[in-house]
């Protein structure tokens, strides 16, 4: 099965997504088929062999749609711009703008008209009840050879999609949005328009007085309007990608033949050797192998700092070199690089659909043929009841009147909205934050999470050795002490011995000659310094030399997890220093936000238990479970779940697949470039435990914006079909202008979207 994700044009409502997946579904060799209204994009699964991307577009095109079909090459995609193309978001933002171009001219050609003819409505009715002055017959001429003019020119122009919505409805038994607004305008302009030819031939028949042209100017007005905003609207949901797309560098400085030459990003190849200036992006991600600077890594991991980056480290794609030039070697190249990769996350995850909105999408399939049901009966009940009591001609247009009304109000934009533009804010504003997230799916589960598991190392701790005491038992200055252990350290491999060194560097402390070196198995070291036999080593050591020391201290420091290394002479111990997995800044207080949230925040770790437990103390964790092997962190899990608890697991997402995937929420602690960004649901870059803190927020914030949307699109169509029936004329004479039907299902959409944009906004 072939699984791909393709650009769908002619999209205007929420029921088109579900017209569009039921006929996709009937072709054969598709598997399956998801639309979504929010991005304007089909996910299809098909057999190749059975059916290809151009006949899955000739299944659709007479409904009016069409699928966008990348050309082979942009399907291969390795460089990003072509990778980006493949996506079809340069091509989309262009498209879209033109598009919105088109319907900004059509609406401001029908805005006059609308004032125009919703002022000639006012005056009439207030004119009823002595508000206002009648018209005098000559204008009122005027006007009623006018408005039929206007009238045309919206409906024939302006008006044109619903006019195809009702077509096709008439050839192929296909009903959206535009159906619904096209029937109605239809309706009204064609009675209008019989009354206007026949007048006297159906005086006696019917209240000729009565005329829909302003129903039919302001409705698709307003109906117009309201697809203007909201495609305005969408267009800023989408920002997200493009300010990733914009991040990749167009050209890169190669060394090739000897000479620096200056080439598209598109031909670099793997092992090239790139020159980056101060100021410059970086092209494709990489490995330093001459020079030095501090980058900019913020527009990927969220870190506002930039980092200091050496010979063997690794460079990003799209970070920004701030100081030093330095060369490096490519690696990574095309849709490869992080930032690509980051790209295509981000645009699948904006695609795919919450569960939350199974229901949206069920109730708009369902939505539309009912409309029509609800309409036609409610006509049919004006003329067979109305008549009875108000005459047939009153009864008529009445009945006319809650027919267009019930067609305009009855809109399922709103519904279809309310999910997608909200997914897609939300995860453009993670991808900006650093936080990744896989899909809607995962966004939707974790604002339940109640129970966070961390792995110690890496998440609460930095992940490497670190110097974090000094106790000084000499006469030498604690810089001295430090000196002669990191003279010693330098010679070993050690990860303990790196830290010592690291340590001294980091304080410009002087590494003097050693004469004499030599490695104690298991134990430690010797060397001289300035004629002075030094040792370094552990207690087993110290004991074997016959030197004195303070042996429970030790162990105090010990049971807090930290590696004593002590440093003596033949006569004496001079002083010793701790080596540990230092804490992260950020740990404490994540874990506070985390219990602020409620959530409980439990501690796996290989760990010896008092160690572990020390660690964390300091944290405020609130449940430890030491000596820990992977398949023990998937027992705990599912020990957690079966108390019915929602887990998320957060890990460095390579030994903790197995606990990733078991937990409800897996969290892949990603640091930079190895970020293994298939192995959880959502991937923290830089490896910051914060921001977990941010994605639990983000995801309940825009739940709580999916919810909200959810409850307005109910409430306009819950009150506003009723109110356009007529169902409250008997009871308080109160029947819904179609005029008005109009500017709720406008509202109704553009308030959907703007609610979504409003958790851009919010802090997390």
Sequence with gaps: ??????????????????????????????????????????????????????????????????????????????????????????????????????????????????????????????????????????????????????????????????????????????ANMDTLIGIGTVAAFLYSFAVTAFEEALRPFINVDYQYYDVTIVVITFNALG???????????????????????????????GKEVEISVNEVKHGDLIIVKPGAKIPVDGVITEGSSFIDE??????????????????????????GSFTFKATKVGSETLLAQIIKMVEDAQGSKAPIQALADKISSIFVPIVLVIAFLTLGTWLIVGSQYLGFSQALSFGLVSFVGILVIACPCALGLATPTAIIVGVGKGAKEGILIKDAATLEKLHKVDT????????????????????????????????????????????????????????????????????????????????????????????????AFDASKIEQFTAQGKTPVILATKEKVLGFVMVADEIKPESKQAVANLHKLGIKVVMLTGDDERAAKYMASLVGIDDVVAHVLPQDKLAKIKELQSQGRIVAMAGDGVN??????????????????DVAIESAGITLLGGDISKLVKAIKLSKITMRGIKQNLFWAFIYNIVGIPLAAGALYPVFGWLLNPVFAGFAMAMSSVSVVSNSLRIKSKKL
């Design 452 to 547: 966070v598991i961390v792995d110690k190392t890496g998440t609460i701790t930095i992940g490497k050795p670190t110097l974090v005491d000094i106790q000084n038992l000499s006469n030498l200055k604690d810089e001295e002490l430090v000196s002669i252990l990191a003279s010693l350290e330098k010679k070993s491999e050690h990860p303990i011995a790196h830290a010592i060194v690291n340590y001294a560097q980091e304080k410009n402390l002087a590494v003097e000659d050693v004469s004499n070196f030599e490695g104690i198995q298991g134990k430690g070291l010797k060397g001289t310094i300035k004629s002075v036999e030094y040792f370094v080593g552990n207690a087993k050591l110290m004991k074997e030399l016959g030197v």
């Design 298 to 323: 913020s527009m990927v991991t969220g870190e506002p700092m930039p980092a200091q980056k050496k010979i063997g480290d690794s460079v990003v794609s799209g970070t920004i070199n701030t100081t």
């Design 227 to 257: 697809k203007y905003l909201e495609a305005r609207s969408k267009i800023k949901t989408g920002d997200a990608i493009e300010k990733l797309l914009n991040l990749q560098a167009k050209t890169a400085l190669v060394i090739r033949d």
């Design 656 to 673: 903790d697949a197995p606990a990733l995937a078991q937990a409800d929420v897996g969290i892949a602690m990603g640091t930079g470039t």
């Design 1 to 174: 099965m072939h699984t791909q994700t393709y650009k769908v044009k002619g999209m205007h409502c929420a029921s088109c997504s579900s017209t569009i997946e039921k006929t996709f579904r009937k072709v054969p060799g598709v598997q399956s088929a998801e639309v979504n209204y929010g991005t304007e994009k089909a996910k299809v699964s098909f057999d190749p062999s059975k059916t290809n991307p151009h006949d899955l577009s000739k299944h659709i095109e007479p409904l009016g749609y069409s699928l966008e079909v990348p050309s082979t090459a942009e399907e291969m995609g390795m460089s990003a711009d072509e990778h980006a193309a493949h996506l079809g978001l340069n091509q989309s933002k262009k498209e879209k703008l033109a598009e919105v171009a088109d319907m900004r001219t059509k609406v401001l050609s029908a805005i006059p008209l609308a004032i125009f003819a919703a002022l000639v409505m006012a005056w009439d009715i207030l004119a009823q009840y002595g508000v206002v002055g009648e018209m005098s017959y000559t204008i009122k001429e005027f006007i009623h050879h006018l408005l039929p003019i206007l009238a045309t020119y919206i409906l024939f122009v302006v008006g044109k999609p619903y006019l195809f919505g009702f077509y096709r409805f008439l050839r192929y038994g296909k």
